[in-house]
Structures are given as structure tokens and as C-alpha cells.
């Protein structure tokens, strides 16, 4: 069954440090995203894109995320300079159309030091 | 932004009987989605609701949607172990910008 691969499963970094996460969709779908989990918290959106470009970004996604479509299988997430903050579990997922239900990744868990 | 209200928090049910788990939105439900989470895993999609009264079913899940009342439930028959997990109820205009409840913390005891 087709599913939605992240690298790495966890990565530790220190503050200040950019970070890049990985994902690879299911091939067929054409909108991406990034949420994410602090522990003990509620799932929160961060980003959707569609198309080679961020089609919604919440509050959260500020000039600190970048996301990337550098090729025609991989979907990234930069976080430059982390915070402690940024702490927490940061799941892609993907889609094949509005309404269809997203398909989440294993997550990467980020623990900046 | 839309907030979901999930209860209970946490239920503990005897393997072989039924559950139920409900989801209220602070707003208009366009679409619900239902998916189930394992500690520290990633988000399983179980199903999507999108009209009023609607009612779906995957193997002894059943969800249905009240428009009206703006909430959703989904019930678990005859409960298996393999039930066991984290369900979290999603909502937004569309599929990406979905906001999630709380989750409901689902343990059967064998």
C-alpha cells in the first residue's frame, strides 16, 4: 500500500542550528503538507502546497520555515536557526485532491538542545 | 480558527464491547475526518464525512455526521485489542487546513 515516507525518524540539533526534514508522498497525490506536535499538544497545520508553491500557511509558519518541492519526489521543510521551541513531532502528508482525506507520515521527531 | 471538542478524554473499554467517541465543532462542519494515532506514530486516515447524516463504515468502525448539531461520532463495535490508540477528529474547509481535537485515548483490556 502506497505511503507517505519521512527521513530522518528523529534528528537532535542544537539551537540556532537549520534543520531540513524530509519527505517523500504518495506519487500520484499533488497537495503537501507539514503539521506538527509538540508533546502533550494538539496536531497543528502548518503549511499546504500545491502546484510548486504554498497554497495556506498558519501563524506558526513564519520567515523562520521555508518548504521545497526540489524534485519530483521529495517534499522538505527548513526550519533555519531552532528554537527550543520547535521542539515536537513534525508529520508531512499528502493528498490526491481536496476532500479526499490526507495520508500522514511516521513524523520526524526534532528535539533542539 | 475551528476548534473541536472531543470527549471522553480517555476510555477504557473490555475487549468484545462497543465505544463511542464524539466530536463537537465550535463552527460549520464542511468536512470531518477521522483518523487514529498510535503513541509517538503517525496519523492513520480512517475516514472522511462531508454531508449531513452521513454515516460511513470500515470494518467495526461506523462515523456519522450530525450537521445540525455540528458534531461527529464514531463507534467501535465488539472492540479488539488491535483497537487500541489514539483517535483524533479533524475538521477545516478542505483537506490541508484541517484543526485537530484533543484525541480520545482508547485502551482495551483483554
Known amino acids: 500500500e502506497p505511503e507517505v515516507t519521512q527521513t530522518p525518524s528523529h534528528q537532535v540539533t542544537q539551537m540556532g542550528q537549520e534543520v531540513i526534514l524530509r519527505c517523500v508522498p504518495i506519487?500520484?497525490?499533488?497537495?503537501f503538507y507539514w503539521y506538527r506536535q509538540i508533546l502533550g499538544q494538539k496536531v497543528e497545520f502548518l503549511v499546504s502546497?500545491?502546484?510548486?508553491?504554498?497554497?495556506?500557511k498558519s501563524e506558526i509558519f513564519d520567515d523562520q520555515f521555508s518548504v521545497e518541492r526540489p524534485d519530483g519526489s521529495n517534499f522538505t521543510l527548513k526550519i533555519r536557526s531552532t528554537k527550543l521551541e520547535d521542539s515536537a513531532m513534525y508529520f508531512c502528508?499528502?493528498?490526491?485532491?481536496?476532500?479526499?482525506?490526507?495520508?500522514f507520515g511516521q513524523g520526524t521527531r526534532l528535539t533542539v538542545v | 480558527s475551528q476548534e473541536l471538542e472531543q470527549s471522553p478524554q480517555s476510555l477504557i473499554v473490555q475487549e468484545g464491547k462497543n465505544l463511542t467517541i464524539n466530536c463537537t465543532s465550535s463552527k460549520t462542519l464542511y468536512g470531518l475526518y477521522w483518523y487514529k494515532q498510535k503513541y509517538g506514530e503517525g496519523l492513520i486516515f480512517l475516514m472522511m464525512?462531508?454531508?449531513?447524516?452521513e454515516e460511513k463504515s470500515h470494518e467495526k468502525i461506523t462515523a456519522k455526521l450530525d450537521e445540525k448539531k455540528q458534531q461527529s461520532s464514531l463507534h467501535i463495535t465488539a472492540s479488539q485489542p488491535s483497537h487500541a490508540g489514539i483517535y483524533l477528529c479533524?475538521?477545516?474547509?478542505?483537506?490541508?487546513?484541517?484543526?485537530f481535537g484533543a484525541g480520545t485515548t482508547v485502551t482495551v483490556r483483554a
Open positions: 479533524g475538521a477545516g474547509p478542505n483537506d490541508y487546513k484541517l484543526s
Open positions: 506519487s500520484n497525490h499533488l497537495y
Open positions: 502528508a499528502s493528498s490526491s485532491g481536496s476532500l479526499r482525506g490526507a495520508f
Open positions: 502546497f500545491y502546484n510548486n508553491e504554498i497554497s495556506e
Open positions: 464525512l462531508q454531508k449531513g447524516g
